[in-house]
């Protein structure tokens, strides 16, 4: 079992930044083949946003790319995102995501807003 604990979402102006933290309860942060990060805005399905692989791989929605960036602490069982210049587009839940032995984790989400 995996437990994931995400923090950093709020309300931003369009053209600013906010970084995301998702630490995962684990003793081994290299059993986790992949962590990332997906949103859901209103009336929207679920949809990957970023995730970075054990060997340090990254896929990164074209939506996003050039202007969020997501990287990986193994020390700290932590990964980040850095979200820079924010769009309205960009408000959603913001879900942590990690997938360890077979099995899929989620974290509660958090509220990203971004106001024009």
């Known amino acids: 079992q995996v437990q994931l604990v995400e923090s950093g979402g709020g309300l931003v102006q369009a053209g600013g930044s906010l970084r995301l933290s998702c630490a995962a309860s684990?003793?081994?942060?290299?059993?986790?083949?992949?962590m990332g990060w997906y949103r859901q805005a209103p009336g929207k399905q679920r949809e990957l946003v970023a995730r970075?692989?054990?060997?340090?791989?990254?896929n990164v929605a074209d939506s996003v790319k050039g202007r969020f960036t997501i990287s990986r602490d193994n020390a700290k069982n932590t990964v980040y995102l850095q979200m820079n210049n924010l769009k309205p587009d960009d408000t959603a839940v913001y879900y942590c995501?990690?997938?360890?032995?077979?099995?899929?984790?989620w974290g509660q989400g958090t509220q990203v807003t971004v106001s024009s």
């Open positions: 995501n990690a997938y360890r032995l077979t099995a899929i984790y």
């Open positions: 684990v003793d081994n942060m290299f059993s986790i083949l992949h």
């Open positions: 970075v692989f054990a060997d340090g791989t990254t």
